[in-house]
């Protein structure tokens, strides 16, 4: 018998009260909550998580720097920003995609699904 595992997900986030963790968790992932990019850099292993998501909270540049970062060392890691609006980063940049946040948790867990298929 096959054990199936859920996908995990490493969520960064200065505002836990959105409670996207307890939307993926609901539609099957396990899910760590940081809420520093710090915090978030202790928690991270190459091949841990099928998906890092981070809300950079102004600072895109370290967002950046933590996705190539990650990415040097796990060049499969995938990386997904989210946003309250698009975000204008260079195409050639690190992360996988950027994630709009708007009141549709179905689009939300939709787009993670595609990530960490």
């Not at 978030?40 to 890092?52: H, S, T």
């Amino acid at each position: 018998m096959k054990i199936e595992t859920k996908p995990k997900i490493l969520l960064i986030t200065h505002r836990p009260d959105q409670l996207y963790d307890r939307v993926l968790q609901a539609n099957g992932y396990q899910v760590d909550l940081a809420n520093t990019l710090e915090s978030a850099e202790q928690l991270w292993q190459p091949g841990k998580y099928q998906l890092l998501l981070v809300e950079p909270n102004g600072n895109i540049r370290e967002a950046l720097h933590f996705c190539s970062e990650t990415k040097k060392t796990d060049p499969a890691q995938r990386f997904a920003l989210m946003a309250p609006r698009p975000l204008d980063i260079p195409r050639n940049s690190c992360p996988d995609d950027v994630i709009v946040l708007e009141y549709n948790p179905e689009a939300f867990v939709q787009r993670v699904t595609e990530l960490v298929s």
